[in-house]
C-alpha cells in the first residue's frame, strides 16, 4: 500500500503574496525564489537535530490552539536558536507571542505574520 511520507509543502493564499513573502524572508530568513516566490528547505538542515521531522496533526474544530489568528490553519517552522530568533523578530517590530514554552519535543514560540497567520517556531531538542 502507498502512503504519506512526510509534508511536501505548505500553500495558502495570501492577499499580497510579493508583500507577505517579503516579510517571511525579511522577518524569518524564508529563502524566496526571485523567479516564484515560493521557498524550498533541505529535509535535513545541518547542525539543527539528528532526526528532522515533520508533524502532520487534524486538531478540534473549536480549538484555540491557533488564537488569536482566526485563520483555520497554523504553520511550525523549525529554527535553530528560538532566543535569537524571538530577539530578532521584537527588534524588527513583529507581534511575538510573550509566551514561550519547552517540553520533550523542544522549545516553542509563537508570532503573527501580517495577515493574521499564527507562525509556531520550534527549536528542537539536541540530539
Known amino acids: ?60 474544530a473549536d480549538t484555540t490552539y491557533f488564537a488569536p489568528s482566526e485563520k483555520p490553519f497554523m504553520i511550525n517552522m523549525l529554527v535553530r536558536d528560538l532566543e535569537a530568533m524571538r530577539t530578532q523578530l521584537l527588534a524588527n517590530g513583529c507581534d511575538v507571542d510573550e509566551r514561550v514554552e519547552e517540553n520533550e519535543f523542544g522549545k516553542f514560540g509563537w508570532v503573527m505574520d501580517p495577515e493574521g497567520n499564527r507562525i509556531e517556531l520550534l527549536q528542537p531538542p539536541s540530539d
Request: net charge negative; charged share 25%.
Open 1 to 60: 500500500m502507498e502512503r504519506v511520507v512526510g509534508i511536501g509543502g505548505i500553500f495558502f493564499k495570501a492577499s499580497n503574496k510579493k508583500a507577505l513573502g517579503e516579510w517571511y524572508r525579511d522577518n524569518l530568513g524564508v529563502p524566496l525564489e526571485e523567479d516564484w516566490g515560493g521557498a524550498v528547505f533541505p529535509w535535513k538542515v545541518e547542525g539543527l537535530c539528528e532526526s528532522p521531522y515533520t508533524v502532520w496533526s487534524p486538531f478540534a
